[in-house]
């Protein structure tokens, strides 16, 4: 079965600071995609960094990382130097090939930065 | 410009009644969605369109009706609301329903059924 599983319901960051929000995917297709969103409290839907299962460099926009490890099936995002605005929730998500384009959520994670 | 955009974003309705939500992108995305997040933030998809056609309907009560006049709209109407219907419902769209294709959401409707 197709699972999305983000293990940490809240986690707290000191401003400045990097932070990596974990995530781990159940798929036995080949073909598929990563997505990580964020929901600030304001409560839009935020897309902010994609990787391919084929991608072999992991995806990086700004400030975020994806530290993409497929034998683990893991696709954990790093903010570095973390900012107020940062708070959030943030959810995991996946798309499998033929699925139309469906995205398949994790439970999210809660980020508060710390000043 | 707003890219998908819904409404209305807040709605609050009596049981029994009967309420739609309207959602247009200009994004020029042919693959459009509607999303439910319920109290605990968990997001489900509901429904898919692919140029006006119907793709994905997940196990969702039949009260549930989407509408996709062309390709840039997708409309949600519900029938004789109940408590549970209350939930954030977001829409979204995105090129071509592939896999790595990112959806763009608007920015939600929170029903609430009193």
């Known amino acids: 079965a197709q699972k999305i599983t983000q293990t940490q319901p809240g986690m707290f960051v000191q401003e400045k600071e990097a932070v990596t929000l974990d995530c781990t995917y159940d798929?036995?297709?080949?073909?598929?995609?990563l997505f990580w969103y964020k929901q600030p409290s304001s409560g839009e839907m935020i897309f902010l960094i994609y990787?391919?299962?084929?991608?072999?460099q992991n995806a990086t926009e700004g400030r975020y990382s994806l530290n993409f490890q497929k034998a683990r099936k893991s696709a954990n995002l790093v903010i570095s130097a973390s900012q107020l605005g940062d708070s959030a929730m943030y959810f995991c998500a996946m798309s499998l090939s033929g699925n139309t384009g469906k995205l398949i959520f994790g439970q999210g994670t809660t980020l508060q930065v710390k000043p | 410009d707003t890219a998908v955009s819904q409404t209305p974003k807040y709605l609050v309705t009596q049981m029994g009644n009967d309420k739609s939500i309207k959602c247009e992108q200009n994004l020029g995305h042919d693959t459009m969605y509607w999303y439910k997040q319920d109290s605990k933030k968990f997001l489900k998809i509901m429904f898919s369109?692919?140029?006006?056609?119907?793709?994905i309907n997940e196990t969702v009560p039949n009260r549930f009706s989407p509408k996709s006049p062309d390709k840039a709209h997708l409309n949600l109407h519900i029938n004789s609301l109940e408590l549970g219907d209350s939930a954030v419902y977001f829409c979204?769209?995105?090129?071509?329903?592939?896999?790595?294709?990112?959806?763009?959401f608007g920015n939600g409707t929170r029903l609430t059924v009193t």
């Open positions: 990787q391919g299962s084929y991608d072999e």
């Open positions: 369109y692919n140029n006006k056609e119907l793709i």
């Open positions: 979204a769209s995105s090129q071509s329903g592939v896999y790595n294709s990112p959806l763009h």
């Open positions: 798929t036995s297709d080949q073909s598929y995609g």
